[in-house]
């Protein structure tokens, strides 16, 4: 289970983690992609003190769809999962 993210340093240092945890492959796969993804979508925005807002989630969002043709269809899957997860605790 995912903790309350609510930094941009809150989710770097989740991404970061699951590197040492024992997650399996299609985790770390989704979880670096997405961090790629998540660090050009808040480089418009202040430091990583900033507080996750929706127009952060909605720049992740965006980025991932513009990035669909990537990825093939089972990845876009596991990424996609990952990220709504990763919202989830973002937003409560």
């Known amino acids: 289970m995912i903790k309350n993210l609510q930094t941009v340093a809150d989710v770097y240092q989740y991404l970061d ?9 299609d985790t770390l796969f989704a979880s670096s992609y997405l961090r790629g993804l998540f660090s050009s979508a808040v480089s418009h925005f202040s430091d990583e003190k900033q507080k996750i807002s929706t127009a952060i989630i909605q720049g992740v969002t965006d980025k991932l769809a ?11 899957a596991i990424v996609q ?12």
């Open 17 to 25: 983690g699951l590197f040492d945890q024992d997650v399996d492959s």
């Open 81 to 92: 999962n990952f990220w709504l997860a990763l919202q989830q605790a973002i937003l409560n």
């Open 66 to 76: 513009q990035a669909k043709t990537e990825l093939s269809p089972q990845d876009n």
